[in-house]
């Protein structure tokens, strides 16, 4: 059973930054693609980023460009998001996800697992 748990949400003023962690465990992470989505209140789940199963493409919302990086770590199991240039439009639930292949997709249908999520808030 894949399992991913979320952390490194929380309060920031807007211009500030982040990094969320999303540990995975339960196959083999490497061979897989991992993606963030979020979801502020109110509104649906929406893709932010997503990163090929080696890490060498990566993939964003228009929304983040420029903003948000994501990476991973295979050795560590661990997927990344650095949130830089906050707004407080980016205030949300945080989730990380992983699909079935090695190529993200921002189809929410094609993750077969979701973390519990993480809170940003981004004051203005």
């Known amino acids: 059973q894949v399992q991913l748990v979320e952390s490194g949400g929380g309060l920031v003023q807007a211009g500030g930054s982040l990094r969320l962690s999303c540990a995975a465990s339960g196959r083999t992470f490497s061979n897989y693609a991992m993606a963030w989505f979020r979801q502020a209140p109110g509104k649906e789940r929406e893709f932010v980023a997503g990163?090929?199963?080696?890490?060498?493409?990566?993939f964003y919302a228009d929304s983040v460009k420029g903003r948000f990086t994501i990476s991973r770590d295979n050795a560590k199991n661990t997927v990344y998001l650095q949130m830089n240039s906050l707004k407080p439009e980016d205030t949300a639930v945080y989730y990380c996800?992983?699909?079935?292949?090695?190529?993200?997709?921002?189809?929410?249908?094609?993750?077969?697992?979701w973390g519990q999520g993480t809170q940003v808030t981004v004051s203005s």
């Open positions: 996800g992983a699909p079935s292949g090695r190529w993200p997709s921002s189809r929410i249908d094609e993750y077969d697992y």
């Open positions: 990163i090929s199963w080696g890490g060498a493409s990566t």
